[in-house]
């Protein structure tokens, strides 16, 4: 049960770094640079967050209890252009963000073996949760790499600056060695 106690605290972190990255990413644009799409086969950052709101809400509500693909979701009109400024923008992506976690800190251990059923697929816990894993921060690199691009002026970087590894490795190899998940420095720094 220990391992999968640290489990769940070290996915949850590992989301909470996620989601953070791409807050960061978004609050250096101009709002209006959140609905640009550069052609037809690339959404706007706006419409991958709709996305990713509306995958979370329909994953992870009644998560134990119901198939992750709701009835109810319009997996397609989520690729719609339908938010219109960057208040709207951010309480989508909360509502799935706030969906998610309650539904993750609400787990526990002994429930990371039940199965749970996504298009009548069974998946125990941990898969679904490792599914998510790599879908979610796939779209945030999305919104990272969009943000890059659309950004005017200088990028704060959200990693390791260009160049700065040599002195980023000496400032980790000069401190004690330590057990710790690899977000606890890093949601620092994002602050």
Not at 59 to 75: C, I, Q, V, Y
Not at 168 to 190: G, H, M, P, R, V
Request: proline share 2%; with cysteine.
């Amino acid at each position: 049960m220990m391992i999968n106690k640290s489990y769940l605290e070290s996915v949850t972190k590992q989301f909470l770094y996620y989601k953070t990255l791409g807050e960061k990413a978004m609050e250096q644009l101009a709002p209006e640079q959140l609905f640009v799409s550069v052609n037809e086969d690339t959404n706007s950052i706006a419409v991958i967050v709709k996305h990713l709101s509306g995958n979370m809400i329909s994953r992870w509500t009644d998560f134990l209890t119901s198939d992750g693909e709701k009835a109810w979701r319009n997996r397609d009109g989520e690729f719609d252009e339908t938010i219109t400024n960057k208040e709207e923008l951010m309480e989508v992506w909360n509502k799935g963000w706030t969906c998610f976690f309650d539904t993750l800190h609400s787990l526990t251990p002994d429930q990371l073996e039940t199965i749970i059923y996504i298009r009548n697929e069974g998946h125990t816990v941990i898969e679904a949760i490792n599914r998510q894993l790599a879908h979610y921060p796939y779209h945030i690199g999305q919104i990272v790499f969009y943000a890059k691009m659309l950004k005017q002026g200088e990028w704060d970087s959200l990693s390791i600056p260009k160049n700065k590894s040599n002195s980023y490795n000496a400032d980790k190899f000069a401190k004690e060695k330590s057990i710790k998940n690899f977000t606890d420095d890093e949601l620092d720094k994002l602050k």
